[in-house]
């Protein structure tokens, strides 16, 4: 998870591993890596949330299109419009990244229609390098501007270790309502040995804003 090109990242994220006791390599990398954490916080969302919230059962997936959660609905009529324009205007003017698929989503079913309600939206980014901080906000701008009804939770998680690359995303107009580490403990012990002092500043302040939480906290977050 540790960026090679940087001394600092390597540092702070060895010791984080040595500190969850994990010393061995492992063949997961990359995609692979990325693709283990989704499922892993799909898992865990499914283990701790409770059946219902407010009477209404709940549904943890991934990958699922927003146009099938019924805030969002109405893009799907969008889409179908664009699709059916010849003169591909509507497409130039509109385009159609606005059909997103988060990486895991938590849906209500509220009883009044077919569709899901989308009570949360979780990005989960293996590492924060610049671009994924990005799509994170790209996509949390998109839940936020063409909903139909409540904004849903819109929540980061991430195994980055560099606390400068969690304020990337962490810090600003909160797209976000918060960003979850998976070893937020063991990061912070890791900052405090290995760590220089901008990183160690950054963290304090991200925790101490409450724009970083560890992921045990997730749960209860979105079980209000």
Same mark, same amino acid.
């Given at each position: ?26 063949? =997961? ?151 979850? =580490? ?43």
């Amino acid at each position: 998870m540790a960026d090679g090109g940087s001394k600092t990242s390597v540092a702070i994220a060895t010791k984080v591993l040595e500190t969850l006791g994990i010393t061995h390599e492992i063949p =997961h990398v990359g995609q692979t890596a990325g693709a283990r954490l989704e499922e892993a916080v799909e898992k865990h969302l499914a283990d701790v949330l409770p059946r219902t919230i407010g009477g209404a059962p709940l549904t943890v997936s991934r990958r699922a299109p927003i146009i099938e959660f019924s805030q969002y609905e109405h893009l799907a009529q969008l889409e179908r419009l664009i699709k059916a324009d010849k003169s591909m205007t509507l497409r130039a003017s509109i385009g159609t990244d606005y059909v997103i698929k988060p990486d895991v989503t938590v849906g209500l079913e509220l009883g009044w229609d077919e569709s899901l309600y989308l009570h949360a939206a979780i990005p989960c980014k293996w590492t924060l390098r610049s671009d994924r901080a990005q799509n994170v906000r790209h996509e949390a701008v998109i839940l936020i501007r063409h909903r139909r009804g409540r904004l849903p939770h819109i929540a980061t998680v991430t195994a980055e270790p560099l606390p400068t690359r969690l304020a990337s995303l962490a810090r600003g107009t909160a797209e976000v309502d918060a960003v979850y =580490h998976v070893a937020l403990d063991e990061l912070r012990a890791a900052c405090t040995a290995v760590g220089s002092s901008e990183q160690i500043e950054v963290l304090d302040e991200l925790t101490t804003h409450d724009r970083l939480r560890d992921l045990s906290m997730l749960g209860a977050t979105l079980s209000i």
